[in-house]
């Protein structure tokens, strides 16, 4: 029998010691609570505009989503594309070095389940 709680936990444990050794950047908890909202909208062909991510409003006010998202900017784990049909409105997306954050996350806990 698998026991999910020991995976998730080994799975913590992979994520903070990589955190630690650097392969994997520290996000404070909102800011990866934003990037995940972006990465699961973009999985799925559907990328938020940034009018849309500031109504998140079950992750934070609009003035904290809207700082978040450019520090998610500025480490470049998100960027903006304008959008062809309208270039007033912008969509974020995840970068590549935000794709690699994903992949390594995803390789971490393949290792904490096949452990």
Known sequence: ????????????LQVHRTTKTGRLFDLE???SRLLD???IKDQHESPLTVTAL???SHIASPAT???KMQQLIQVGLVEL???ADNKRSKFVRI???GHRRYQTLSALMADASAA
Do not use: G
Request: net charge positive; proline share 3%.
């Open 95 to 97: 970068s590549k070095k």
């Open 65 to 67: 989503l809207h700082r």
């Open 37 to 39: 909202e972006i990465a």
């Open 1 to 12: 029998m698998v026991n999910l709680a020991n995976n998730y936990l080994r799975f913590l």
């Open 29 to 31: 908890p909102v800011c």
């Open 81 to 83: 594309a304008i959008d």
């Open 54 to 56: 500031m109504s998140l």
